[in-house]
C-alpha cells in the first residue's frame, strides 16, 4: 500500500495531454481551477497551436474577429491619434510598409531574419530608419522585442 502511495505522490507533478499523447511537468499545462488537478488537460503547445489555428482558419476567422471587436481589445482612437501626432515619422513609415505589403510592392518573406522562424504571420516590419520607410527587415514578434530591449536609447 505505501508503495501504491509513493508511486501515485511521484506523478502528480507530471500529467498526460490528451492532444499529442506526451507526458509533461504540470508547468506545461494551463491552470483550471474546474479540472481535479487545478490543470488543463491540454499542454501549452497544444492549446496554442489550437488557437492559432482556429483564428487563422476561413471558416472561423469572421467570428474570431467580431469577438475582438466585441471585446474591445483595441486602442481607442485618442490614443492614436496621440501617436500620430507624436511619432508622425513613424506612422508614414508603418502606412507605407502595410499598404506596400496589401498592394504586392513589398514581400513579406515566409521566415524570420533572425531566428529563421517560419510563421509568416506573425513577422513584424523593423525599421532601422524611418526616413526610408520600405527599407525593412522582417523579424518574428519575439526578436523584435529583444533588438528593441538591447537597441533602444530612449529617454524616460
Known amino acids: ?3 501504491l502511495l509513493a508511486e ?3 506523478n502528480t507533478d507530471q500529467k498526460t495531454c490528451f492532444k499529442c499523447g506526451a ?13 481535479k ?4 488537460n491540454k499542454c501549452k503547445e497544444c492549446t496554442k497551436r489550437d488557437v492559432r489555428d482556429r483564428r487563422f482558419d476561413p471558416k472561423t476567422r469572421e467570428a474570431v474577429l467580431a469577438y475582438d471587436r466585441a471585446r474591445g481589445n483595441r486602442q ?3 490614443q492614436w491619434r496621440e501617436y500620430r501626432e507624436r511619432w508622425p515619422e513613424k506612422y508614414k513609415a ?3 510598409v502595410s499598404n506596400a505589403v496589401r498592394d504586392g510592392r513589398l514581400h513579406k518573406p515566409d ?6 522562424t517560419s510563421d509568416f504571420r506573425r513577422l513584424e516590419g523593423h525599421h532601422d530608419d524611418y526616413s526610408k ?3 525593412v527587415r522582417w523579424l518574428c514578434s519575439a526578436c523584435h522585442s529583444q533588438w528593441h530591449a538591447e537597441n533602444d536609447v530612449r529617454a524616460a
Open 23 to 35: 507526458e509533461k511537468p504540470l508547468t506545461d499545462f494551463y491552470k483550471h481551477s474546474q479540472m
Open 94 to 96: 508603418h502606412n507605407a
Open 133 to 135: 520607410p520600405l527599407d
Open 37 to 40: 488537478d487545478g490543470h488543463l
Open 8 to 10: 501515485v505522490s511521484m
Open 111 to 116: 521566415h524570420c531574419e533572425s531566428c529563421g
Open 76 to 78: 481607442p482612437p485618442e
Open 1 to 3: 500500500m505505501t508503495f
